[in-house]
């Protein structure tokens, strides 16, 4: 295994970038967990009610459990992955960034074709996932490059 | 020999081509255990079992729910089709029934309301035929947990014929009889059991007519 100092200092802008996308999804998340468990509406930026349309559908949940929580756990864990840095923290950003992905597109699908609302919270936190996992990516080919 | 399998064994898993391929693979997999969850997940709780679980015990006579002598009726004012009220009856109303209905503290009463497009008559005629056999809670239950987008056409006859099989206990040869009586004016009209829905099914009924006309003109 490479030394994680190593790996930390070799893709310091990456692990920036991760570690700034991850804190503003990891506050978008928390924002629509609380307006969930509160029973509020999101504010839609740009008028409109697909925020309250998406969250209030039969989608917003997974066996109880809000979509919106499971994007703050995921986004705590790109956290805790930018701050780890070393080859299991790369590792780590790099898989719950693709798992965030793929399950954004699955989102992002509903809401266009099934729910037929857009909410712009769900957008933003689904392009902050995409370019997470750039970063990751970038950082775990270099350092499969090394190995 | 045992040794040299492991060594090699525990090269090929620190290849980092194996160890991507591995990474993207659980990423598939568990993206599609949760695809597979959230699609569960609203049909899950909406299953007939679950539905009869709720009512279970509770009487229920057309759109009531509850004893007849609960000291306190609370109304219910919704479109099978509205969002909030899908998520009102998916979060909130079960634990009504179980706090305040079950033990007879409170009873309901659901006055169906039809403000958001044809398909709300239509889903509301087809919950009120449920009524007619006295099994109007579960099947309000069903076409709250499989709500779609409002006015997308998802309230299909199909669909709609679907629920009522999902529905304990509910004859469904009846409930089509009773939900075509409702399609039109008549006897069974007049013996939905909501008044206010009455009132709603006549003002339809007067759109209907009216567009008819325009289409014959």
Same mark, same amino acid.
């Given at each position: 295994?490479?030394?994680?100092?190593?790996?930390?200092?070799?893709?310091?802008?990456?692990?920036?970038?991760?570690?700034?996308?991850?804190?503003?999804?990891?506050?978008? !998340?928390?924002?629509?967990?609380?307006?969930?468990?509160?029973?509020?509406?999101?504010?839609?930026?740009?008028?409109?009610?697909?925020?309250?349309?998406?969250?209030?559908?039969?989608?917003?949940?997974?066996?109880?459990?809000?979509?919106?929580?499971?994007?703050?756990?995921?986004?705590?864990?790109?956290?805790? !992955?930018?701050?780890?840095?070393?080859?299991?923290?790369?590792?780590?950003?790099?898989?719950?960034?693709?798992?965030?992905?793929?399950?954004?597109?699955?989102?992002?699908?509903?809401?266009?074709?099934?729910?037929?609302?857009?909410?712009?919270?769900?957008?933003? !936190?689904?392009?902050?996932?995409?370019?997470?996992?750039?970063?990751?990516?970038?950082?775990?080919?270099?350092?499969?490059?090394?190995? | 020999?045992?040794?040299?399998?492991?060594?090699?064994?525990?090269?090929?898993? *620190?290849?980092?081509?194996?160890?991507?391929?591995?990474?993207?693979?659980?990423?598939?997999?568990?993206?599609?255990?949760?695809?597979?969850?959230?699609?569960?997940? /609203?049909?899950?709780?909406?299953?007939?079992?679950?539905?009869?679980?709720?009512?279970?015990?509770?009487?229920?006579?057309?759109?009531?729910?509850?004893?007849?002598?609960?000291? #306190?009726?609370?109304?219910?004012?919704?479109?099978?089709?509205?969002?909030?009220?899908?998520?009102?009856?998916?979060?909130?109303?079960?634990?009504? #029934?179980?706090?305040?209905?079950?033990?007879?503290?409170?009873?309901?009463?659901?006055?169906?309301?039809?403000?958001?497009?044809?398909?709300?008559?239509?889903?509301?005629?087809?919950?009120?035929?449920?009524?007619?056999?006295?099994?109007?809670?579960?099947?309000?239950?069903?076409?709250?947990?499989?709500?779609?987008?409002?006015?997308? /056409?998802?309230?299909?006859?199909?669909?709609?014929?679907?629920?009522?099989?999902?529905?304990?206990?509910?004859?469904?040869?009846?409930?089509?009889?009773? *939900? /075509?009586?409702?399609?039109?004016?008549?006897?069974?009209? *007049?013996?939905?059991?909501?008044?206010?829905?009455?009132?709603?099914?006549?003002?339809?009924?007067?759109?209907?007519?009216?567009?008819?006309?325009?289409?014959?003109?």
């Amino acid at each position: 295994m490479a030394p994680s100092a190593q790996a930390k200092g070799r893709h310091a802008p990456a692990r920036t970038v991760l570690f700034v996308l991850a804190t503003i999804g990891f506050l978008i !998340s928390a924002y629509l967990t609380w307006t969930h468990f509160a029973g509020l509406s999101p504010i839609c930026t740009g008028g409109g009610e697909g925020c309250e349309t998406v969250q209030s559908s039969r989608y917003a949940t997974i066996l109880g459990i809000p979509v919106a929580l499971l994007g703050l756990i995921s986004y705590g864990g790109l956290i805790i !992955s930018a701050a780890l840095w070393g080859e299991v923290g790369i590792y780590l950003g790099f898989l719950t960034s693709l798992v965030g992905t793929l399950f954004s597109a699955y989102l992002t699908y509903l809401e266009v074709f099934v729910i037929g609302a857009l909410c712009q919270w769900c957008l933003a !936190s689904a392009a902050i996932t995409v370019a997470a996992l750039i970063c990751t990516a970038i950082a775990a080919r270099h350092l499969m490059q090394e190995q | 020999m045992r040794e040299a399998r492991d060594v090699e064994k525990n090269s090929t898993l *620190r290849s980092p081509r194996t160890l991507l391929a591995l990474l993207v693979a659980v990423a598939i997999v568990v993206a599609a255990v949760l695809v597979v969850l959230s699609q569960l997940g /609203g049909a899950g709780g909406g299953s007939g079992e679950d539905g009869g679980k709720l009512y279970s015990g509770i009487p229920q006579d057309g759109t009531t729910l509850g004893e007849t002598d609960a000291p #306190v009726t609370v109304y219910l004012y919704e479109d099978f089709q509205c969002p909030f009220c899908g998520q009102f009856s998916r979060e909130m109303f079960p634990r009504l #029934v179980d706090d305040y209905v079950r033990d007879g503290k409170a009873r309901l009463v659901s006055e169906t309301m039809v403000f958001l497009g044809p398909d709300s008559v239509t889903a509301a005629r087809a919950a009120l035929a449920a009524g007619e056999q006295n099994h109007y809670w579960p099947y309000y239950s069903l076409l709250y947990a499989n709500q779609e987008a409002e006015n997308s /056409g998802y309230v299909t006859d199909d669909f709609l014929r679907g629920l009522a099989e999902k529905t304990p206990g509910l004859e469904v040869g009846k409930w089509e009889d009773q *939900r /075509g009586q409702l399609l039109y004016e008549g006897a069974g009209r *007049r013996s939905v059991k909501s008044r206010s829905f009455r009132r709603k099914l006549d003002a339809d009924f007067d759109l209907q007519r009216t567009r008819r006309a325009d289409e014959d003109r």
